[in-house]
């Protein structure tokens, strides 16, 4: 639900410009990444399956001549920048929860997800209240304006902080792992909200949708997530967490 509703919210802002992207075809290519993606992890297909997933996506070059767009190179892109920026990110969170540990024989770590989702929340609080008291230099003014240097340390602080609170709460890594990944989501995190702000910026809207009332759509509700998801999980492969 997260991937389509994002998904959809993407390609509605993209077409506010010059850009008609293939919502169908970007859809079809997303739900299929994360379906192929979900059966390998759990070992129902082989990794030699994603190559069905080319097909698809040459098949948005094919029916853009039929479409007859004054920019159809550019719709190409849009579409499939769609399926980069959310549908991955996506399958991703499906490895990190589904991957099969060899050393345990685990095949679900929930924790994972939820921990990252958790040094999210604090790294946000940290960066909040130490941002709106001492945040003097900013982060980077001409996308974010509000971000300053203080309040990405003081985010950077509270997240690591919660790394032990995840380690207590979840058996899947140890302390010095959460702490690496309290690192990786506050730093790759807070780029992600920088970069949904560069989208927010060059089509000049506030928010990317009403679907949380008072709170923005969800680009805006897991834009840290989405950037910061594939760094971690890169990171968990690196370690052999994923056997």
Not at 129 to 144: D, W
Request: charged share 15%; glycine share 10%.
């Amino acid at each position: 639900m997260l991937l389509i509703l994002g998904l959809l919210e993407f390609y509605r802002l993209i077409s506010a410009g010059e850009n008609a992207p293939q919502k169908v075809m970007g859809l079809t290519i997303g739900i299929s990444l994360c379906a192929i993606t979900y059966l390998i992890t759990v070992r129902i297909l082989t990794v030699e399956s994603l190559a069905l997933l080319l097909p698809l996506t040459f098949l948005v070059f094919i029916f853009e001549m039929y479409r007859k767009q004054e920019k159809p190179f550019l719709n190409i892109a849009s579409t499939m920048l769609g399926v980069i920026y959310l549908a991955v990110p996506v399958s991703m969170m499906i490895v990190m929860a589904f991957m099969p540990a060899e050393d345990s024989g685990i095949t679900y770590h929930g924790g994972l997800l939820m921990g990252c989702i958790l040094h999210i929340w604090a790294n946000d609080t940290g960066a909040y209240f130490v941002g709106s008291r001492f945040g003097k230099n900013r982060l980077f003014e001409r996308i974010s304006p509000k971000k300053s240097w203080e309040g990405f340390f003081g985010g950077l602080a509270l997240s690591i902080a919660a790394a032990w609170l995840n380690h207590r709460l979840f058996a899947e890594l140890a302390l010095y792992e959460w702490i690496a990944v309290a690192v990786l989501m506050s730093v790759f995190g807070t780029l992600g909200d920088l970069v949904e702000s560069m989208l927010k910026r060059s089509i000049n809207i506030k928010d990317s949708g009403t679907l949380f009332p008072g709170h923005g759509g969800i680009l805006d509700r897991f834009d840290a997530l989405l950037v910061g998801i594939p760094f971690v999980c890169c990171y968990l492969w690196f370690v052999g967490h994923f056997g």
